[in-house]
């Protein structure tokens, strides 16, 4: 009764009085074995400290809340095997729903997905024809508008701080670059293009070897 199942009201007024007599709380966990619902969504991203993910929860988690439900965070580090088990545990139903953001899509990644017993939803680009729904940003277009800004400013040698090509956004991002240098006449030096990892600190310090004995990098 307590779980909204049809009752007599005189028996629904008795049970209420008895229970806030005895402080009784109801049980979420049983109530979603019963349901099949637990009313939580997860969201698993490569790096819970990195403030493009917590932007990204900043507009999740109010979308979520208003629909009643919960927002779980799991941190992958990037790892395929953890995003791969993430995927694998939908089918123990302890979310009504997964997003996820990686930075690889592996041939392992659309298995899953193919077959997860939840909604999923994939922030970042995936091949043609998968079907998931997808939130992607343009990472060539970002590299192309951040080029024509410094070319238009006049500069010529412009130097590239890029993550892995391995990944789905670094494999974009560096081929925008190379396009968009070709495109405007200007080399292609290895001497200032740096591919490292995705966090911050990492990339602090391959900009810090552009700059280092390198002045006006980007002239």
């Known amino acids: 009764m307590l779980n909204g199942l049809p009752t007599r009201q005189e028996t629904v007024r008795k049970v209420l009085a008895a229970a806030e007599e005895l402080g009784y709380v109801r049980n979420a966990v049983a109530r979603s074995l019963k349901s099949r619902r637990t009313h939580q969504v997860a969201f698993a991203m490569a790096d819970i400290g990195n403030p493009v993910y917590l932007a990204m929860v900043r507009q999740i988690q109010p979308v979520l809340k208003a629909a009643g439900y919960r927002l779980v965070l799991h941190s992958t580090d990037a790892i395929v095997a953890d995003e791969i088990d993430v995927l694998h545990s939908l089918g123990e139903r302890y979310v009504d729903g997964l997003i996820m953001s ?82 405007r006449g200007l080399p292609y030096d290895e001497e200032i293009v740096e591919v490292g990892d995705f966090y911050r600190a990492e990339e602090r310090a391959r900009l810090a070897r552009c700059l280092t004995g390198r002045p006006a990098w980007t002239r």
């Open 102 to 183: 990686p930075l690889r899509v592996t041939n392992e990644h659309l298995k899953m997905i193919a077959t997860a017993r939840a909604p999923v939803v994939i922030i970042g680009s995936v091949p043609e024809g998968t079907r998931v729904d997808n939130v992607r940003a343009d990472s060539r277009t970002g590299v192309r508008l951040a080029i024509d800004h410094l070319y238009e400013l006049g500069r010529r040698r412009i130097g590239f701080v890029n993550g892995p090509l391995d990944t789905v956004p670094g494999a974009a991002r560096a081929a925008a670059y190379g396009e968009a240098l070709k495109e």
